[in-house]
């Protein structure tokens, strides 16, 4: 353990250096271009490109892929020719900080841009098993400068953190919104025909992973089924690569050029088998299910009462609440609320789970057990009317609990409380 926190020492002050280093080197070739203005005897020549890399690695924020900007210069001034190779990437961040999954949680997480060595970046990526995409930009001479002016004030200590936000504010918007601002004139971007809406975009990435999909569907509310416009799909890096390859920056005079001159693949993909499991949200849904109605049935047949069962069955549904009404309420993320999911998973459950353990207050669990019935019976016409996208494996919890608050129900009918 000693030994493996060491490394980790080391290796995060190995990628501290390739920051300081990169940032160092491109702030000066940024300063010799502003000073000559790129003029063709200056020396100095640069290119400037998006890289896409899709998803790979075992962790779930790698299923979404990544975008970065790729500097390359030369310079022959005083001397023999320097070569200058770096990649300013939008999407770090620091798992060790303090607190960093209740951030995560609350929205408030905070990345950083860094400035690394290209050849680091790569090998991270093509040990992942990604394939890395790099289109490089139609930029003239001044759009290069101002860009890399930008991205070099962007970089520095004291600007380089920036709140993130999986939707508007992550590591393929930025580089799109640098990119954007840098070109004299604009970036048309040609329409889309289909109309998606966020989460038809999150769902196509993790759909072969379909516990991600399940918690994804889960928190997210009704927001997130809205049309998104073309600007907004530009949040996942695959979109916003086929987005800048139909591009086109439009100058203030009318003339047009491609914003993409050239695209290359710079590793292959290592395309690994889908996650395949029997045990889905859906197959454990319906297992769950016919647990909860077979104990059901074995309580009616010995006309007794399993207080446990809704008391444990209702505990966990109400402790789920808990995390779903912090995200939808207590958080800073966007398109949480409002969320169909609440009116069946929520902490009232909790409450109900504290009455259904008392003898003494069974009038009062009748009561809730009416009340969630009803309310369980309403919530699918929220999903109508809302709209809001139904994942499948629901229903068989919801039936789960509509079937304990019916059987109390029948129970207090007939008085099998023993």
């Not at 010799?32 to 690695?57: F, K, M, V, Y």
């Not at 992550?170 to 966020?198: H, L, W």
């Not at 491609?258 to 297992?287: H, Y």
Request: proline content about 5%; hydrophobic content about 40%.
């Amino acid at each position: 353990m000693v030994t493996n926190k060491i490394k980790k020492n080391m290796l995060k002050r190995k990628r501290n250096l390739h920051y300081g280093k990169g940032l160092l080197a491109v702030f000066l070739l940024s300063i010799s271009l502003t000073i000559n203005g790129q003029e063709a005897d200056s020396g100095h020549r640069i290119r400037i490109s998006l890289l896409t890399c899709s998803p790979g690695g075992e962790e779930a924020y790698t299923l979404y892929g990544h975008t970065a900007i790729r500097i390359q210069g030369t310079s022959e001034e005083k001397g023999p020719t320097r070569m200058l190779d770096y990649v300013f990437n939008y999407g770090i961040f620091d798992f060790s900080k303090p607190n960093f999954i209740y951030r995560f949680a609350r929205g408030e997480t905070d990345y950083i841009l860094g400035v690394m060595d290209f050849e680091t970046y790569l090998h991270e990526y093509r040990m992942r098993g990604s394939e890395v995409c790099e289109q490089e930009l139609n930029l003239d001479s001044t759009e290069q400068t101002a860009l890399l002016q930008a991205l070099t004030v962007n970089a520095l200590p004291e600007n380089r953190v920036y709140r993130y936000n999986f939707f508007f504010d992550n590591c393929a918007t930025r580089p799109a919104v640098m990119i954007e601002q840098a070109v004299r004139g604009k970036i048309a971007y040609a329409e889309r025909p289909d109309e998606e809406s966020f989460r038809d975009m999150i769902n196509d990435c993790t759909r072969n992973h379909p516990w991600i999909t399940f918690g994804c569907d889960l928190a997210l509310g009704s927001p997130t089924d809205r049309t998104m416009t073309q600007r907004e799909s530009l949040f996942i890096p695959a979109r916003l690569k086929e987005a800048f390859a139909e591009a086109w920056i439009i100058r203030p005079d009318g003339s047009k050029r491609p914003l993409v001159s050239a695209t290359r693949i710079l590793t292959e993909e290592v395309e690994n088998a889908p996650e395949t499991t029997f045990f889905t949200p859906l197959v454990c849904g319906l297992i769950f299910f016919a647990v909860i109605a077979l104990l059901s049935l074995i309580e009616t047949r010995k006309k007794t009462y399993f207080r446990w069962l809704d008391v444990g069955l209702f505990f966990i549904a109400g402790a789920a609440g808990c995390v779903l009404f912090f995200l939808s309420f207590l958080s800073v993320h966007p398109c949480m609320w409002p969320n169909i999911s609440l009116g069946w998973l929520h902490p009232l459950h909790g409450v109900g789970a504290i009455v259904m353990a008392v003898k003494k207050l069974n009038k009062a669990a009748y009561c809730y057990h009416f009340i969630n019935f009803a309310a369980l019976c309403a919530v699918p016409f929220g999903w109508i009317f809302l709209p809001q996208h139904l994942n499948i494996a629901f229903i068989p919890l919801m039936l789960s609990l509509m079937l304990r608050s019916g059987r109390y129900l029948i129970r207090r009918k007939t008085k099998h409380f023993e």
